[in-house]
Nanobody, 126 residues
Framework: QVQLVESGGGLVQAGGSLRLSCAASGRTFSSYAMGWFRQAPGKERELVAAISRNGARTDYAEPVKGRFIISRDNAKSTVYLQMNSLKPEDTANYYC???????????????????WGQGTQVTVSS
């Protein structure tokens, strides 16, 4: 098991930027593929971005392509989500997730992940 703690959420105006961080502890971070998901009230949890265990592969949901960047620093056991050009529709609770894998691939579905953080709220005002 790995423990995940998100930070960096907050209130920002449309067009602004935020950087989310997710610090992991407990097991070898480089053995985990990571993902960022979000969930707005009344909606299902959805993938925002995913990154492979070595950072070589990334995947993004269509609504955030070209605006968000996922990255990781295995030496710091941390994954980041840089969010630019934020829109009101990006408002949600953002969750960090981890899945242990031997493959250098990304995982797109919530059911693929067995470890979750508590979430951090992002609110974008218009």
């Amino acid at each position: 098991q790995v423990q995940l703690v998100e930070s960096g959420g907050g209130l920002v105006q449309a067009g602004g930027s935020l950087r989310l961080s997710c610090a992991a502890s407990g097991r070898t971070f480089s053995s985990y593929a990571m993902g960022w998901f979000r969930q707005a009230p009344g909606k299902e949890r959805e993938l925002v971005a995913a990154i492979s265990r070595n950072g070589a592969r990334t995947d993004y949901a269509e609504p955030v392509k070209g605006r968000f960047i996922i990255s990781r620093d295995n030496a710091k056991s941390t994954v980041y989500l840089q969010m630019n050009s934020l829109k009101p529709e990006d408002t949600a609770n953002y969750y960090c997730a981890a899945t242990h894998t031997y493959l250098s691939t990304t995982y797109s579905y919530a059911r693929d992940y067995g470890n979750w953080g508590q979430g951090t709220q992002v609110t974008v005002s218009s």
